[in-house]
């Protein structure tokens, strides 16, 4: 029986593919119109929100990368500022120019993670969360507590925007094209690591970890290489956030951050590639709508956080499967 | 360090050591029993210091029926949470965990909300007086709180070892199927932890009320801590949860006198940080966190 409907599918496939092969094209082009379009159409108030998505957009796929090995951590948002934090030294102490300490910041997040990895990946499952929390505050607390460099309590202040091509980064319009750049080699670099044989064994490490062990994948490399790997596009991130709001505090790095950056990833689902974007999409609308609450907002959000969880656990993009799933009942029985 | 600091944070260490054991103690009977790990744990400490600021400071209520009236009010919370969080998602223990992370903001904009936010609450000292000892001077308050926590811990083990419950109770957490079919109900189970998890928290937040600043927010250091007595005792073990509060305790203490507490905050989580390359069941687990 399943083999026949195995068998019907392989068989059946090529002709569905031709079908649905062209609309991916389509949607590319027509967003890549848009994203040209956009900061000349738009208010500046809009364009700035979509540099702001643009970032959020790197640091959630960077995070959804980590979690496919099945570490869900509570310190993505400090590797994030390890990246902002250095991208504002760099900028300000050393006078680098922003093409250099974006990848540099990058990299730098990329080291904190190796360093912290090695008790970290010590832990699974809720150690590795109450783990990860706790080294992630060790590191906040460091840039509280050291005035020099990191500025203490109030943070580090008046971070140069940058300049590109004779273009003040301080401007929105080549701000826009500048994130979008970034953003757009950030998720293609992550989308190809996910179908590249290195993903494939990420997602092995999640599905089935003691069956990976007995094949011989060294799983702690691995979940190491995941986790260095997604902190390093954070701290990208962070460089971005850095140089566009000119300041950072350890504020912009704590829990409830944290809290939006899970929620985004709980209402999207994190299955498909683009499930994490859809979250952050639908998130960040409602992150506006809420914008004249803003004290009542965590507790939209945890609201929202537990509701997904309990009711719509593989987010949306599970809906999106369910609802194909019936118009193929449909079909079916139309047929 | 002379004599008398050296009492005084000794003193000092022994009560925020009896307070951590009490948080954790929850923390860790939860996760033994049911793998419930609850994130909003901090955010019960917070509940019960605000029932006492309410019932004592605000209504003028004796003290005493204020702390007998915030262990059960957030008791209730446990069990609560137990019903509405861990019971559905429990086929998924990470969503319980990221689910009672959103509880804890729900709770913290809650009280955010209806008490205000900007000024820190003070209530005021109950019991005057205060002992004085080698040149250390102890607060009586302060005091206090030792003796209840160590009935609290001791009523806790002889319940766990002595009455029908909890010997259910820690069959359900040691083999869950085998507990079941000895006709164990392990929804009853998982209730009974979470209740005495809220209960005990709650009774910590509500000593704790007069001796520290109640705000909102309140919660996110405890949890921290929390956390990390948990992870330095081994996940389940209530055991190693007393004796990683003890060690904790006094690590904290003595570095906030010699340093600040920003910096015995990051000692204390370097301390887990290197118990876990070390020895990553913790120090009285039997299997890896």
């Not at chain 1, 590797?79 to 974006?102: E, H, I, N, R």
């Not at chain 2, 007998?68 to 861990?86: D, Q, T, W």
């Not at chain 2, 003796?147 to 820690?170: C, D, E, H, M, S």
Request: charged content about 10%; proline content about 4%.
């Amino acid at each position: 029986m399943a083999v026949e409907r195995l068998a019907a599918r392989a068989t059946a496939r090529p002709a569905a593919r031709r079908n649905v092969r062209h609309w991916p094209l389509l949607l590319a082009a027509v967003t890549a119109i848009l994203a040209f379009a956009a900061p000349f159409v738009l208010p500046t108030y809009q364009t700035e929100l979509i540099i702001l998505f643009l970032m959020n957009l790197v640091l959630v796929v960077s995070y959804r990368l980590i979690t496919t090995t099945g570490d869900w951590g509570l310190a993505h948002v400090v590797m994030m500022g390890a990246g902002g934090y250095s991208a504002a030294l760099m900028a300000k102490g050393l006078d680098l120019p922003v093409w250099l300490t974006v990848p540099l910041a990058g990299f730098v997040a990329a080291a904190v993670a190796g360093l912290i990895s090695v008790p970290l990946l010590r832990t699974r499952a809720f150690g590795y969360f109450i783990a990860s929390f706790a080294l992630g505050e060790l590191l906040r607390l460091f840039w509280i507590r050291l005035d020099v460099p990191f500025g203490g309590i109030r943070g580090i202040i008046n971070i140069p925007e940058g300049e590109l091509f004779g273009h003040s980064l301080f401007e929105t319009i080549p701000y826009y094209f500048f994130a979008l750049f970034v953003a757009f080699v950030c998720v293609g670099i992550m989308y190809l690591l996910d179908r590249s044989r290195l993903g494939m064994t990420w997602k092995a490490l999640y599905s089935d970890p003691a069956l990976a062990e007995c094949v011989g994948i060294d799983v702690t490399h691995y979940r190491r290489s995941a986790f260095m790997i997604g902190s390093g596009f954070a701290g990208v991130a962070g460089a971005m956030l850095a140089h566009r709001m000119g300041a950072i505090d350890p504020k912009n790095f704590d829990l409830i951050t944290m809290l939006y950056l899970i929620i985004w990833v709980v209402v999207g689902g994190t299955q498909s590639f683009w499930g994490a974007m859809v979250g952050l999409l639908a998130m960040t609308f409602v992150f506006e709508l809420t914008r004249p609450l803003l004290e009542w907002r965590p507790l939209i959000f945890g609201v929202v956080l537990i509701f997904f969880l309990i009711f719509v656990p593989g987010g949306i993009e599970s809906l999106v499967g369910r609802l194909r799933g019936w118009i193929g009942l449909l079909k079916r029985d139309a047929s | 360090m002379d004599l008398a600091t050296f009492v005084q944070t000794f003193a000092n260490a022994v009560i925020s050591s009896s307070i951590y054991a009490l948080v954790a103690v929850g923390l860790a009977l939860s996760f033994g029993v049911m793998k419930m790990a609850n994130f909003a744990h901090g955010e019960f400490f917070m509940a019960g210091a605000y029932v006492v600021y309410v019932l004592y400071a605000i209504a003028g209520h004796p003290f005493i029926l204020a702390v007998l009236c915030a262990v059960p009010i957030v008791a209730l919370m446990g069990l609560a949470a137990e019903r509405l969080i861990f019971r559905p998602t429990r086929d998924n223990l990470l969503a319980g965990f990221m689910a009672t992370a959103g509880l804890s903001f729900i709770l913290q904009v809650l009280a955010g909300r209806i008490w205000g936010v900007g000024l820190m609450k003070r209530v005021p000292t109950p019991i005057m007086g205060a002992v004085d000892f080698a040149g250390a001077h102890i607060g009586s308050q302060r005091l206090v709180i030792l003796p209840v926590a160590i009935l609290t811990l001791v009523a806790l083990w002889l319940f766990l070892n002595r009455t029908r419950q909890g010997k259910a109770l820690r069959a359900a957490a040691q083999k869950p199927e085998a507990a079941a079919l000895q006709g164990i109900d392990l929804n009853r189970m998982s209730a009974l932890a979470m209740t005495i998890a809220g209960a005990s928290a709650g009774l910590a937040g509500a000593l704790m009320a007069p001796v520290t600043p109640v705000t909102p927010y309140m919660g996110h250091s405890v949890i921290l801590m929390a956390f990390v007595v948990v992870v330095l005792g081994g996940m389940a073990s209530i055991q190693g949860a007393m004796i990683a509060a003890v060690i904790l305790g006094f690590v904290i203490t003595f570095c906030t006198t010699l340093f600040d507490g920003v910096i015995a905050t990051m000692v204390g989580v370097g301390l887990m940080a290197l118990v876990l390359v070390v020895r990553p069941q913790g120090l009285m687990g039997r299997e890896t966190v």
